[in-house]
């Protein structure tokens, strides 16, 4: 089993920045991918970013240019680097981890953590 625990997440005013973390533990294999995803009101979960084993990324176009996805393989953390952000970033973003492919959710979640642009 892995645990992933979201922090980080809270207000900011459009073309502001946050920064997100996703805390691995238990069994967690450095070689799965690690994601973040999104869920805003009303729509369904969405893919924001991934990156492999190997650190290979991958981003929503929505995301690309203003987030940055990075791992300290380490200590098992996910970051998410969130920049220039707009109203239409605001959701609950969960952390993932189980699978070897970037684009490809596993079974492990995190609780989520919320984010609001909003001014």
């Known amino acids: 089993q892995v645990q992933l625990v979201e922090s980080g997440g809270g207000l900011v005013e459009p073309g502001g920045s946050l920064r997100l973390s996703c805390a691995a533990s238990?069994?967690?294999?450095?070689?799965?991918?690690m994601a973040w995803y999104r869920q805003a009101l009303g729509k369904q979960r969405e893919l924001v970013a991934g990156i492999t084993g190997r650190g290979i990324t991958e981003y929503a176009d929505s995301v690309k240019g203003r987030f940055t996805i990075s791992r300290d393989y380490a200590k098992n953390t996910l970051f998410l680097e969130m920049n220039s952000l707009k109203p239409e970033d605001t959701a609950v973003y969960y952390c993932n981890t189980g699978r070897w492919e970037a684009t490809i959710p596993g079974g492990y979640w995190g609780q989520g953590t919320q984010v609001t642009v909003s001014s």
């Open positions: 238990g069994n967690m294999f450095s070689g799965y991918a």
